[in-house]
Structures are given as C-alpha cells and as structure tokens.
C-alpha cells in the first residue's frame, strides 16, 4: 500500500475506482475525472468501467409535468423522496417551441428517444449528447430502443402501415437505413390492432426483457371462436416475432424487467396483486411468486425492477383524481414504509430510465459539436431536483401476502 506524503496510508487506485467510485452516483463521478489524468482516463474511456458503473445505477420511472412556461422529464426517486432532472425546454427558448413540445417516446440502457421543439432525437441525459433521428415520415410508431448484441448496436424498431397493414422495421442509430424485418402474426398484423397501436405503445410501450420485446397482452380473437390474451414478442438477436399467451386472463396486467433481466408480470384486480417471473421462456413456465392483499384499489400500478409496486390511489372520497397518492408497497411482504403527496399533473410514464456514462459513436456520427453532442437545443440546462411531499398524516402498515401454494410453478403453453 502506498504512503501519503504525511505518512498516512493512501488506497490503491484500483481499490477507489472499482469499489468507491464505481458505486457513486453520475455527478460525482464527473467531478472525480478533474482529480488525475489517469482518473479522467479511466472514469471517461473506459468501457469495462462505464458498463460496470451503468449496472449499479437505479432504474427509475419517468415523470412528465408542465409548470407555467416550462415542460420536464423527470426521474422519480420514491426511496429519496426526489424528481431527479432528466430534460426540459421552455416555451421561450426558440421561436416555435411550446411547453407541450417535450416527450418521451422509448428508453434503453441510459439513451432517451424524445420528442422535443418539433423533432425527434436520441439523447443521453448523463453525458447531454443529442442527435436527430432521421425517420421517415411514413412510419406510424416506435415500437421499442433496444441493444442488438451480435453487432454491438442500438436499434430502432419501427412500425409502418402498408395496405393496412402492420410492417416492421428496423434503424440502426448512426447507419440512416430503414431495413424490413416482415410481419408479425396474425392477428398482430391487420385490422384493428394496426389501427391502434400507436397509442397502445404510447400509453403501454413494449418491455425488453433477456433480449426479448414483450407487448403488452390484449384480447384478441383466436380460431373457434372467443378471445384470449394474446402477447407479442419481438427476438432481438434473430430480430423475427413470436406470439403467446399471457400466463394469466386478468384484464389489469402490467409487464417489467426484473433485476435479474428476467419477465415480470403484475395482474391486479380490484384488492388483490399477483406477481408472476417467467422462469423458462422456451417452455413458457411461469411462476407466481406472492400475491398481496391491498388496503386499497389503485387505478395506476408500476412494477419496480425488484417486484416491488409503485401505485397510485385517490386521495380520499370525493376528491377525484386531480389529488392523488404515491407509495409504493413491497411484493415480498406488502409492507409500505412511506406515501407522497401526488397530483393529476404529474404523469407517472411506464417508461425507466438509468444513468450511463457509456459513449456511443452514433453520436460523432450525427454531428461533432461537444465531443459528438448535437446540442443546440438546450435540453439539459437549469435541470434541478425536486423534493416529492410526504403525506405527514400516514401511517405505515403491511399489506397481507400469500403465496397460493396450487399456482405456483404453473406452466402456460
């Protein structure tokens, strides 16, 4: 071990960037790279680091909100009580830009496909690199952002109307091609589902969970007669669709990527969620892993990546839902430690984001201003957190949680 010049003992600096530095938040990584050269090196360039730094970072929901002049995209933080900055614009800030101008279309691995002052774009919030997206006009909806692993790329994947019918395409950011990869199957390609589902992904986007795109399941007509809740799934590696059927009929079912980058599936009914992992995507066995008992009906559920729920409930009778309630409650044990103050204007995206420093070359690709930042428009500046109220009057309780030993390990064809 080295001694400092006062005879003090001095860590290595391999022990402070891989077991200090690699566990701290952006920020104060960025400022670490002002220390060394050798810091700066390491804490910008290298890959091995930047992956390792990215799989510790949260994953956190997205909040859109308007106040007066200004639109943001925020992170909620719920453990903190915070609405970390992500972007914002301001309707002074171009001539044409208007509050409502900001959105967010798709999120994957620390980039953002956002819509902002009458564009599309690719940003990455952490290093506040930008670029435009140059999509045709003629396709109709995104279906998801996700990492093609054999060519180290990140992919668009995009939905076109043909004749009525579903077309699937794919962009590799930084390439500008648009290349077909077919259809989905039926009844994913035609009729009514075509018709709607650039809302349904708007309101519902895709989850990319092991290397898979899960749609949402719907009910949809099968052969004989009846519906049954279909799901789409998109391989991301063969880049070719597969349809299934949902593990369970319920009419509220919202998917998520686990921790462990597994498929979790959240099915609530009035007082009542089960949480089921797909243990075996081949086969298409699925487990239930608990099922708690609510105290109360909530009208908005968010999976967290650790099963646990983030909700949204009213906050008493005849208050409606401009005046709402945020907590979030344990799928382990139903325990629910705090609640926030939430309201109607804050709208609580089923989209997540996480931090990353990793550099991607389709920035450079799209312009060279800020080291491959596109970044004429001031997405990124006068970002501040923002403190979430606690509701004082709360007081914390544990939901019931049971496992019903006959479902688990329940396997759907």
Partial sequence: MAEAAGGAPQLPDDLIIWEILMRLPVKPVLRCRAVCRSWRRCLTSDAKFLRAHHSRQPSLPLVTTQEGQEK?????????????????????????????????????DGLLVLIAYGGLYICNPATRQLAPLPLPSHVSCIAGLYPHRPSGSYRLLCCVKTDGRAVYHVHALGSGELRCVGEPPEPWASGDVVTMMPMMEFLKPHVLAGGRLYWHPLKLPVKGGGKVNNMLVFDTVAESFRHVISPVDGA???????????????????????????????????SLKHRIKLQMMPFFLLPDTNGDMIVLSEKGENTGLRWQYLQNISGTDGSSPTRYEWNVF?????????????????????????????????????????????DDDYEPHTEESMVPKSAAGASHP
Wanted: aromatic share 10%; charged share 25%; net charge negative.
């Fill in 346 to 390: 804050l709208n609580l995206k089923k989209l997540r984001f996480k931090q990353s420093l990793v550099r991607h070359p389709f920035f450079s690709m799209e312009g060279s201003n800020n080291d491959g930042a596109v970044d004429e428009k001031p997405l990124f500046e006068g970002l501040s957190t923002v403190t979430v109220d606690l």
């Fill in 72 to 108: 943001r995209i925020d992170a909620m933080d719920h453990r903190a009580g915070e609405r970390r900055p992500v972007a914002r614009t301001t309707a002074t800030a171009t001539a044409t830009a208007t509050a409502e101008d900001l959105d967010v279309l798709a999120s994957c």
């Fill in 252 to 286: 509220c079912i919202e998917l998520f990527e686990t921790n462990d980058g597994t498929l979790g599936l959240y099915d609530y009914n009035g007082d009542t969620a089960d949480l089921w992992v797909l243990q075996d995507y081949e086969r298409w066995v699925w």
